[in-house]
């Protein structure tokens, strides 16, 4: 938590130079309200701290899913407990949904996660982090498609089965841009 409060704090007036323009020095030099930012942060990790982790057996195991939907679901309730969007890829990633699912469907069950998490240095021609766009778009749509809203939080921060909870999602059937 504290260094993700050292990291939300960040603005354009802070010394940034030794990220070397990166990605990651372009989204710490930024010019939101560092209040709500923090309120967005804190929000986010405390969903972590309410997150289980999926048994050893009973379902196909899709790490790289796991990972998206973990980060994407905290943004997701972070949102609701905040009001604000967290993470600066909503405006890319609505614009090209099709492409990142496309291209994300291909690779959800891989160990690695480095096309789509924690990415900031490596990624090129496109915002880092997508998976978090990707896993907010899943909560997202689990939680319109509930009746009851209430469960559908504790359905998102409580899951284990990411296979099951993308189908009862129908993220996957959603028309896309």
């Given at each position: 938590?504290?260094i993700?409060?050292?990291?939300?704090?960040?603005?354009?007036?802070?010394?940034?130079?030794?990220?070397?323009?990166?990605?990651?020095?372009?989204?710490?030099?930024g010019?939101?309200?560092i209040?709500?930012?923090?309120?967005?942060?804190?929000?986010?990790?405390?969903?972590?701290?309410?997150?289980?982790?999926?048994?050893?057996?009973?379902?196909?195991?899709?790490?790289?899913?796991?990972?998206?939907?973990?980060?994407?679901?905290?943004?997701?309730i972070?949102e609701?407990?905040?009001?604000?969007?967290?993470?600066?890829?909503?405006?890319?990633?609505?614009?090209?949904?099709?492409?990142?699912?496309?291209?994300?469907?291909?690779?959800?069950?891989?160990?690695?996660?480095g096309?789509?998490?924690?990415?900031?240095?490596?990624?090129?021609?496109?915002?880092?982090?997508?998976?978090?766009?990707?896993?907010?778009?899943?909560?997202?749509?689990y939680?319109?498609?509930?009746?009851?809203?209430?469960?559908?939080?504790?359905?998102?921060?409580?899951?284990?089965?990411?296979?099951?909870?993308?189908e009862?999602?129908?993220?996957?059937?959603k028309?896309?841009?």
């Amino acid at each position: 938590m504290l260094i993700g409060t050292e990291i939300t704090t960040s603005t354009i007036d802070v010394d940034l130079s030794e990220f070397d323009g990166n990605e990651f020095s372009k989204n710490l030099a930024g010019k939101d309200d560092i209040v709500q930012k923090i309120k967005g942060i804190i929000a986010h990790e405390c969903v972590h701290t309410q997150q289980k982790r999926p048994a050893d057996t009973g379902f196909i195991k899709c790490e790289l899913l796991y990972r998206v939907m973990r980060e994407g679901f905290c943004d997701f309730i972070g949102e609701l407990i905040t009001g604000n969007k967290s993470g600066g890829n909503h405006e890319y990633g609505d614009k090209n949904e099709k492409q990142i699912w496309t291209d994300l469907k291909n690779e959800l069950c891989n160990q690695n996660t480095g096309n789509w998490l924690y990415n900031y240095s490596t990624v090129k021609d496109k915002p880092a982090d997508l998976g978090y766009y990707v896993g907010y778009k899943i909560a997202q749509e689990y939680y319109k498609n509930s009746s009851d809203k209430k469960q559908a939080i504790v359905d998102i921060i409580e899951m284990t089965d990411p296979i099951k909870f993308l189908e009862l999602s129908r993220y996957d059937q959603k028309p896309k841009q």
